[in-house]
């Protein structure tokens, strides 16, 4: 990209001005973060409650009664609260049967906590490139790739070249879109990869009357102060199957077993409990779910109308067959601006926009170049030309139903 100090061209300030333009059309404000929780008395008074109740740390109703609410709104069976997304990336790779000598085929363009609990479950990234039309993996691409890299031995997927086995397959649901899981699903059964998903910023969002993090193995979703939900720090994992939630309780809480007073661990775990504390505030949060979702639904529609005519960008729509939550709407820089990228970006942001690119891609941090890699010249472009634009779902507030 080309430093901001060194573009001050005419085009560069058109095109700012035109994304400017539409986001202050839409919201009809100033400046605006990226995306910012709604939070009131009610998520005071849960917090308040749970204080007084004597119950802050890693037991109590709250976390139950938030466990619970995840279940009933996503479907899952199980719904284990954990410390944060990163923690439950980590959990459900060690509780699923993870090797030391395992490859999980993950995308390239997504947040480094993606590669980095890979790594944490002692196994190796192994990146895979992205569908232009949906940000999620590209199953038709990785199918020709995995026929020319792999073989079946024993039932497992072997990669030749490297000669360890490609064991899981992690999607990931970027801005809360869900890919073609359909695809990925028949793809992972004929090489008998496990797919354990991201779905970190896809609490809300659907597919086939599912809910994302169902379609493998499990699912994380997280609970930051950017998602639309948040407990202030948090995640949890989602999953239909109950000896797996079993063995994730006992990792997130240092692997101990139950006993009136004795201390014991038979196993190596993790201290990845979710305080009750923010438990409460996510059991205030759930309650405003469908509220917020409808909101962020009408400021993607208003989005989607007032970059229709744009002459330097397109509204990022997402697949038509999902039913998105919206985390953060995107818009697409034009191919022949993408080295004017972060001149753009700089701009907006100097006009109280608090607009972001997408994510580096992993391949190209120090930490992961090491890792094998299909090519990723799909995630190379959009990385290059994606623009997260304002999302909060206040920003909806004065736009008609």
């Given at each position: 990209?080309?430093?901001?100090?060194?573009?001050?061209?005419?085009?560069?300030?058109?095109?700012?001005?035109?994304?400017?333009?539409?986001?202050?059309?839409?919201t009809g404000v100033e400046k605006a973060v990226l995306h910012e929780p709604m939070i009131g008395q009610v998520e005071m008074d849960a917090v308040h409650h749970?204080?007084?109740?004597?119950?802050?740390?890693?037991?109590?109703?709250?976390?139950?009664?938030?466990?619970?609410?995840?279940?009933?709104?996503?479907?899952?069976?199980?719904?284990?609260?954990?410390?944060?997304?990163?923690?439950?990336?980590?959990?459900?790779?060690?509780?699923?049967?993870?090797?030391?000598?395992?490859?999980?085929?993950?995308?390239?363009?997504?947040?480094?906590?993606?590669?980095?609990?890979?790594?944490?479950?002692?196994?190796?990234?192994?990146?895979v490139d992205s569908s232009p039309a949906d940000l999620g993996i590209d199953v038709a691409k990785l199918d020709g790739y995995l026929a020319d890299i792999s073989?079946?031995?024993?039932?497992?997927?072997?990669?030749?070249?490297?000669?360890?086995?490609?064991?899981?397959?992690?999607?990931?649901?970027?801005?809360?879109?869900?890919?073609?899981?359909?695809?990925?699903?028949?793809?992972?059964?004929?090489?008998?990869?496990?797919?354990?998903?991201?779905?970190?910023?896809?609490?809300?969002?659907?597919?086939?009357?599912?809910?994302?993090?169902?379609?493998?193995?499990?699912?994380?979703?997280?609970?930051?102060?950017?998602?639309?939900?948040?407990?202030?720090?948090?995640?949890?994992?989602?999953?239909?199957?109950?000896?797996?939630?079993?063995?994730?309780?006992?990792?997130?809480?240092?692997?101990?077993?139950?006993?009136?007073?004795?201390?014991?661990?038979?196993?190596?775990?993790?201290?990845?409990?979710?305080?009750?504390?923010?438990?409460?505030?996510?059991?205030?949060?759930?309650?405003?779910?469908?509220?917020?979702?409808?909101?962020?639904?009408?400021?993607?529609?208003?989005?989607?109308?007032?970059?229709?005519?744009?002459?330097?960008?397109?509204?990022?729509?997402?697949?038509?067959?999902?039913?998105?939550?919206?985390?953060?709407?995107?818009?697409?820089?034009?191919?022949?601006?993408?080295?004017?990228?972060?001149?753009?970006?700089?701009?907006?942001?100097?006009?109280?926009?608090?607009?972001?690119?997408?994510?580096?891609?992993?391949?190209?941090?120090?930490?992961?170049?090491?890792?094998?890699?299909?090519?990723?010249?799909?995630?190379?472009?959009?990385?290059?030309?994606?623009?997260?634009?304002?999302?909060?779902?206040?920003?909806?507030?004065?736009?008609?139903?």
């Amino acid at each position: 990209m080309i430093p901001y100090n060194k573009v001050q061209n005419n085009l560069v300030i058109e095109v700012i001005d035109e994304i400017a333009s539409a986001i202050r059309l839409v919201t009809g404000v100033e400046k605006a973060v990226l995306h910012e929780p709604m939070i009131g008395q009610v998520e005071m008074d849960a917090v308040h409650h749970c204080i007084f109740g004597g119950f802050v740390s890693s037991v109590g109703p709250a976390i139950t009664q938030f466990e619970n609410m995840l279940c009933d709104y996503t479907g899952a069976e199980h719904a284990v609260a954990v410390v944060n997304g990163t923690a439950g990336l980590h959990l459900m790779l060690m509780a699923s049967g993870i090797g030391s000598n395992s490859e999980v085929l993950v995308p390239a363009l997504t947040f480094v906590a993606s590669g980095n609990a890979i790594l944490q479950a002692n196994a190796m990234p192994h990146f895979v490139d992205s569908s232009p039309a949906d940000l999620g993996i590209d199953v038709a691409k990785l199918d020709g790739y995995l026929a020319d890299i792999s073989e079946m031995r024993d039932g497992c997927c072997w990669n030749v070249k490297t000669g360890r086995v490609i064991s899981h397959v992690m999607p990931v649901h970027v801005f809360g879109h869900i890919g073609n899981v359909e695809g990925l699903k028949a793809l992972a059964e004929r090489y008998n990869i496990q797919i354990v998903e991201d779905s970190a910023e896809a609490l809300g969002s659907w597919k086939g009357g599912r809910h994302a993090g169902l379609f493998g193995t499990c699912g994380a979703v997280s609970f930051n102060g950017n998602k639309i939900v948040t407990t202030g720090g948090g995640g949890a994992i989602l999953t239909d199957d109950a000896n797996l939630a079993t063995r994730i309780r006992v990792l997130a809480t240092t692997a101990k077993r139950d006993h009136p007073f004795l201390y014991w661990h038979d196993s190596l775990g993790f201290n990845y409990r979710m305080p009750a504390l923010n438990a409460a505030f996510g059991v205030a949060q759930m309650a405003r779910l469908d509220a917020m979702l409808e909101a962020k639904s009408r400021l993607r529609i208003a989005y989607q109308d007032a970059y229709s005519t744009a002459r330097y960008t397109a509204f990022f729509a997402g697949p038509g067959n999902c039913q998105a939550n919206h985390w953060l709407n995107a818009i697409q820089l034009d191919q022949s601006l993408s080295q004017h990228r972060d001149a753009i970006l700089h701009g907006l942001n100097e006009r109280g926009y608090g607009c972001r690119p997408v994510w580096n891609l992993l391949s190209e941090l120090p930490h992961f170049r090491d890792c094998p890699s299909m090519s990723v010249d799909q995630a190379m472009d959009l990385a290059s030309r994606l623009i997260n634009i304002p999302s909060s779902a206040m920003l909806a507030s004065d736009l008609v139903g």
